[in-house]
């Protein structure tokens, strides 16, 4: 129905900040109070998504939805993700801008094609109540990629071989001993996240002094003249390098030819194996894992 062109996936990621709390429960109006239809599209109290969410009618777009049938289906497609003759709207900037037929109004308004009824012609109420359907749409698709798909699909057997053939599992790794259970206390989804990134969202970077445990990343820095200083990897460039020792001092140098760095990264195998680890070796393993029980 809407002649536009799909718009990128940093889109679609700003459109899945704001599904959470955007769409009402059934029956619901329009927007709650404060919530413009066509206001400023600043950023919410909550630091999330846009200060003027547009609100699913649910009852709007179930009436939108035959209309849609009607005269937008044959082009973009049941759930509005496109065909070959017409769009995707998921995706689109000017779905992702419209409250309230706003924009999609106008745009129609204009004559865009249609199947039976110019678009021209239709009314205002059922532009809107397309409009609620178009947006009821979106909010479906972004939940369902919220989703976590079942990740357990490989064969434990074949993962039992990659852990010990290789993919060199079992030279730090022991299914008797640091893993032993370990598929009773995760989930086959971290169970991969783990696997696949064992360092999690922090790099365990720079404390606040003593020893530096067996998951921290550590560094020893030589510099032309002293002695060598050794501790956790606070940061490191191409221009800069620093560490904070067992003390909690913080040392830092600038790279040069004559400063020798080595580090220490525990997680290095596991970094390398992206490079070379398959889907089928992921799920293999994943599968192998969960089974330690």
Known sequence: MLDMGRACARIAVLAAAAVLGAQAPPGRGAPAQGAGRGGGRGISPGGVGSDDKHVVDAAAADRGRKVWAAECINCHGTHARGTDRGADLIRSVLVLHDRYANEIGPFLKKGHPTQTTPAANLTQSQIEDVAQFVHFEVYQTMRSA??????????????????????????CHSPTGDLAGVGKKYSPVNLQQRFLFPQGGGRGRGGRGGAASSTQITVTVTPPTGPAVSGVLVQMDDFNVSLRDSSGEYHSWKRTPSLKVEKHNPFAAHEALLDTITDKNIHDTVAYLESLK
């Open 146 to 171: 919220l989703d976590v798909q079942d990740v357990l699909t490989g064969d434990p057997k074949a993962g039992a071989a990659y852990f010990a053939g290789e993919g060199k599992c079992n030279t």
